[in-house]
């Protein structure tokens, strides 16, 4: 399963969030709350390990920092958090009251950005990230809202079904999960058994979404050097995973394949004609898929 925990790479996301949101014109995805979120400390303190040069021996100049941000940090998370956060407002509208799942929520903020309160949300998280993300927003005297749920889920010990359950999820109405930035460190049997666990809490019309690297083709180098780059920070990416056999595990769960962007329908979607040269990642794909067979209810009922 999967385990959530903060890490350096996750707040390096918060930190492209910010970043962009406050330099760009252009932009792909806008958490203006990022910045406010993690605070000037530790958003310079993120900052000053790129210019450290992270994998190099040397201290990268302001340009050349600015470069490693645009080409190894920005692609990957904006591109996936459009795509999420679009994908769930049409879902909303679609299906009027539903809920929100965020698996590794670590510092997400929509559910302060969110005006739509038919949208239920639940942060699922590490105990300790959830722990230094409540601390934070009593810090800034955010308001906690009533349809909000914060589920602090430790997987070596508790189950995401279980753990839900106990927060008032209900497994009766629709629902939009969301598992994005974590499959890059998972194999895809333990990856599976994630979706195994969403597929039986889903109801019928249930939508699941998520971002993964693919493990064949020929990539360019950067895409090696971001695997180098989070393995020096501790956490190795697994090499991927083949689409065929992603659809085939989204199939045997009861779920039909709706959307899988590969990393060209990407750059065409949110990179094309940009004047500062963002480009998707080479080896990134992105699916939502929905919940068509209700088998798990059927196995409960019969037991």
């Known amino acids: 399963m999967v385990d959530e925990r903060e890490s350096i790479t996750a707040k390096l996301c918060a930190f492209a969030r910010a970043w962009h949101s406050y330099y760009s014109r252009e932009k792909i995805y806008d958490d203006y709350l990022a910045f406010d979120f993690m605070g000037k400390e530790e958003y310079e303190e993120m900052l000053e390990m790129i210019k450290e040069g992270l994998i190099d021996s040397e201290r990268l100049e302001k340009e050349n920092a600015e470069k490693v941000i645009a080409d190894y940090f920005l692609p990957i998370p904006l591109s ?72 602090p889920v430790d997987f070596s010990k508790d189950r995401l079904v279980d753990k839900l359950l106990e927060a008032g999820f209900d497994p009766e109405k629709k629902t939009y999960f969301s598992i994005m930035g974590v499959s890059y460190y998972l194999t895809l049997e333990v990856f599976a058994e994630t979706l195994r666990q969403i597929a039986e809490l889903s109801q019928v019309g249930s939508k699941v979404v998520f971002d993964y690297p693919l493990s064949s083709g020929h990539y360019p180098d950067r895409v090696k050097r971001l695997e180098e780059i989070t393995e020096s920070l501790g956490e190795v990416m697994c090499g991927g995973f083949d689409s065929n056999e992603m659809r085939c595990v989204l199939c045997s769960l009861g779920f039909k394949l709706d959307v899988q962007m590969n990393p060209e329908q990407i750059q065409e979607t949110y990179f094309e004609g940009r004047s500062d040269g963002l480009k998707a990642f080479e080896n990134v794909s992105l699916v939502s898929a929905t919940y068509v067979n209700k088998r798990f209810e059927a196995e409960r009922m019969a037991v």
């Open 80 to 151: 996936r958090m459009h795509f999420n956060e679009n994908g769930l407002a049409e879902f909303a509208k679609e299906n009027g009251k539903i809920q929100y799942v965020i698996c590794g929520a670590g510092a997400d903020t929509f559910s302060f950005r969110n005006d739509n309160d038919d949208i239920e949300v639940f942060e699922v998280d590490h105990p300790d990230t959830q722990r230094y993300k409540l601390e934070r927003i009593n810090e800034l005297e955010w308001i906690l809202r009533e349809n909000v749920h914060y589920v």
